[in-house]
């Protein structure tokens, strides 16, 4: 039905105003009148331009101002009343792939990308009047309503590419709820993936890029092996997405210096670690692999560390010369603090707690040990039965909390046995219940004992000290430091942290506590408190199964409902485009008049 279905107004009580602009004319019954005057010389006067009169009434001169300022103020009037157009037809949806994957180069020597992009936009016809695009990542999301094909085509220019891989479960979703949405006359998909059959009904899928060979590093991850040590261990994963057989080649740099090389020979399909033992302390570690191929994201990872420093330990004790020993560990500082004495803000200067016969008011924002937890406490909820004398019935062979211990050597005295915890998970088993638990709360490790391992007595007790530092080792992070955030992932920001500056530069004003999800780029993100103090956080694309760029698993989209399309209505403002008729003729009127000047008035003398 022409250009629009029906023509309505949001608030036609404003159309009353339309009795303003006739007032108009009252400002052009006044009239300059000109007076005659005796004077020695008008010279003065002409060039003052004095001597005028007014007088109201009579019959109005109606200059082309006056309907100029008439049309400009029933303009205002009907732009209150805030008109609208209805159209009806049905949009097209529009679906972007713009995933980490699509950074991949094809063998015409475009990106997926750029080649996706070309194919949507000749199959773009000149009559979708609009279309409605949506891009895949970090998740998929709407950018935006467009009129017009030349709109969309602008559009498909601004999407830009992100390294952080798709969710499929997300972009099935939105391809099925697309589907299932009758109002939509097409919806088309740009993707490497491909839709598997049967395809949904009005769904195109465009899909490009042939299978690439590609050589990736999965993960990149630093750990400190042991307290004291001077380097740290490095360990990368390699990946052979090719049909024969590679060696692969790691080169690892600290702070701009070359720190480590390795090579593997990696069977095709198969995923391999390749280790760097003693790597020097530095703040920002890179690996690159090679050679190099046409997907360069995987080729690249960072970790982040620093020189090892000493660990520092708060014990809160009744009995304090019980850690006194703690300090014979080479690297470790201890503050100790009676259980009547202890604030929660003493723990903003350690890296582990540990509370021995006691337990804090709430739960500490640092990993802790809890040595023989009282009972009763409403933190924690420990359920405990006393026993004069503890007996070890099990352990498991392969933790990072047993390893290297021979508990048939321990000696265990009186202590407590817990029953069953919560959010803790057993770790040691004795006869009347677990004698260890561990969990983890609020983004934060913990570990409770029914028995005391202090003092820390070295090889005095041998057993018992390696449970110790295997436990301390545990709380501080050894063995789990490095990269482990990924590209697209949320993340909680530190408390204190005021700014954060991506990877490229730009800078995000933030909050101690919110989640940041601007992630989607990989690189060093340096967060920054509020004193200037800064750290550095490593994002990998870090995901082996985009890296596999020789298979892309077929999307399995549900079909939607078979039932003929059914036009949308589409409500259209109107308003934007008066104000902009009224600045127009706002700045036209001004032009016309002050370049034309005011004539002069006549005057009359002797």
């Not at 503050?335 to 500490?364: H, N, Q």
């Not at 009347?432 to 934060?444: D, E, K, P, T």
Request: with cysteine.
């Amino acid at each position: 039905m022409g250009w629009f279905d029906a023509f309505g107004l949001l608030y036609p009580a404003a159309l009353y105003l339309l009795a303003i602009p006739p007032l108009l004319v009252i400002a052009y019954l006044a009239r300059e009148r000109p007076r005659r005057a005796v004077v020695s010389s008008v010279i003065a006067f002409r060039a003052l331009r004095a001597m005028r009169g007014e007088r109201f009434g009579g019959r109005p001169r109606l200059q082309w101002t006056f309907f100029l300022e008439l049309l400009i103020l029933g303009l205002a009037v009907l732009a209150v009343a805030a008109p609208y157009v209805l159209r009806k037809g049905n949009p097209t949806a529009l679906v972007i792939d713009n995933s980490a994957a699509m950074q991949a180069q094809t063998s015409s020597g475009r990106s997926r990308f750029e080649s996706v992009c070309e194919k949507i936009t000749a199959a773009l016809s000149s009559n979708d009047s609009e279309t409605v695009l949506y891009v895949t990542a970090p998740q998929p999301h709407e950018v935006g309503l467009f009129h017009g094909a030349a709109a969309t085509k602008a559009a498909i220019g601004q999407v830009l590419l992100t390294d952080a891989p798709d969710d499929t479960a997300a972009l099935i979703g939105l391809l099925a709820q697309l589907s299932a949405d009758r109002h939509l006359g097409r919806i088309i998909f740009g993707s490497y993936r491909p839709i598997a059959a049967p395809v949904p009904a009005r769904i195109e899928p465009i899909t490009v890029g042939e299978p690439v060979a590609n050589y990736a590093i999965g993960s990149f991850v630093l750990s400190r092996e042991s307290f004291g040590a001077a380097t740290l261990h490095g360990r990368a994963t390699v990946a052979n997405f090719s049909r024969s057989a590679q060696p692969l080649t790691v080169t690892v740099t600290a702070d701009g210096k070359t720190a480590g090389r390795a090579e593997a020979r990696v069977e095709a399909g198969e995923v391999t670690a390749v280790d760097f033992p003693n790597l020097a302390p530095a703040t920002l570690y890179r690996a690159q692999l090679e050679p190099g191929d046409g997907f360069p994201l995987d080729n690249i990872a960072f970790a982040t560390g620093s020189a090892v420093r000493g660990l520092s330990i708060l014990l809160v004790s009744p009995t304090p010369a019980d850690g006194a020993n703690l300090r014979s560990i080479p690297g470790v500082s201890l503050t100790t603090v009676p259980p009547g004495s202890y604030s929660p803000t003493e723990l903003a200067a350690a890296d582990l707690a540990i509370f021995e016969y006691a337990v804090p008011k709430e739960i500490p924002a640092v990993n802790s040990l809890l040595v023989m937890p009282p009972p009763g406490d409403p933190i924690f909820n420990f359920s405990l039965r006393t026993s004069p004398r503890l007996d070890l019935t099990g352990w498991p062979p392969i933790d990072p909390l047993t390893d290297g211990v021979n508990f048939h050597l321990f000696n265990l005295r009186s202590g407590e046995y817990f029953g069953v915890h919560p959010w803790m998970q057993p770790v040691m088993d004795g006869a009347g219940g677990a004698l260890m638990l561990a969990g983890n709360r609020q983004g934060h490790r913990f570990i409770a004992t029914g028995f005391n391992p202090l003092p820390y007595l070295g090889r005095a007790n041998l057993p018992m000290s390696i449970l110790t530092l295997n436990m301390l080792g545990y709380l501080a992070g050894f063995g789990a430091q490095g990269t482990d955030l990924r590209t697209g992932e949320s993340w909680i920001i530190p408390a204190g942290v005021k700014e954060i500056v991506l990877p490229s530069g730009r800078k995000e004003r933030v909050h101690g506590g919110e989640t940041f999800s601007s992630a989607s780029s990989q690189g060093i993100y340096t967060l920054i408190a509020a004193g200037g103090t800064k750290t550095l956080r490593a994002v990998n694309l870090a995901d082996l199964a985009t890296s596999d760029l020789e298979n892309a698993p077929p999307l399995k989209v549900e079909a939607g409902s078979a039932a003929a399309s059914e036009q949308a209505v589409v409500r259209m403002s109107l308003t934007p485009y008066l104000l902009a008729a009224i600045i127009l003729l706002l700045v036209l009127e001004s032009l016309l008049v002050y370049s034309r000047g005011r004539p002069a008035m006549p005057l009359a003398g002797r």
